[in-house]
């Protein structure tokens, strides 16, 4: 796969960042490089992010909306809001699937099947989409809200392999090829993505 999907099936995030650690391990780097877990979908945590974005108020784990990887919705998201901006923040969000231990990590060492359940291991890979949101647009099959997303993707990898390696928190930067660099028109009326193709994939310390 080169991207997470929809609940409705439209292609949305890229993949484009991978992290390799227990999940102990990739919560405790990224809150260190400065991003917030994003809380559960709940009424309460809805309505509180309804009046954040109304109010200008701050909100550092509001929801995320739901995407899909290996027919299972994020195991873990994380997001940083962009102060001044309401409603705007960059985010990520990962999947836990595993991978071949006892060969380099390529396109090929990666288990991109078979991951319907939450996948535990004492070291997994977390496969990433990170993106960020920029501003308010409408569905285009059926005019409801949702989040514009900057169309640069890279820029978005890019910002967390530079924190993690600022924080002294990575080990070694690999970078894969996942298929031609391309662009994808998602689901927003007048919204697109464009991407180089590629994973790097961050072994932490």
Not at 63 to 81: C, H, M, T
Not at 171 to 199: A, E
Request: with cysteine; hydrophobic share 35%.
């Amino acid at each position: 796969p080169l991207y997470c999907i929809t609940p409705d099936g439209f292609a949305s995030d890229p993949l484009n960042i991978g992290i390799i650690a227990t999940r102990y391990d990739l919560v405790k780097a990224m809150q260190k490089a400065g991003w917030y877990v994003a809380d559960k979908h709940s009424l309460k945590n809805l309505v509180r992010q309804g009046l954040s974005t109304v109010h200008g108020w701050t909100y550092n784990n509001a929801p995320v909306s739901n995407l899909y990887l290996f027919g299972r919705k994020q195991d873990i998201a994380f997001e940083i809001p962009i102060e001044g901006a309401p409603g705007s923040r960059h985010h990520v969000r990962f999947w836990a699937t595993t991978y071949k231990k006892d060969s380099p990590i390529d396109i090929h060492a990666i288990d991109w099947h078979h991951r319907r359940e939450h996948v535990r291991d004492d070291k997994l890979l977390w496969v990433g989409a990170a993106s960020k949101d920029v501003g308010i647009g409408f569905i285009r099959h059926n005019l409801q809200i949702t989040h514009m997303i900057d169309p640069d993707t890279n820029s978005e990898r890019e910002k967390i392999v530079g924190q993690l390696k600022k924080a002294k928190l990575s080990k070694k930067v690999t970078s894969i090829t996942l298929g031609k660099p391309y662009k994808v028109i998602n689901r927003v009326l007048n919204g697109s993505l464009h991407t180089d193709g590629k994973m790097d994939i961050v072994s932490l310390k």
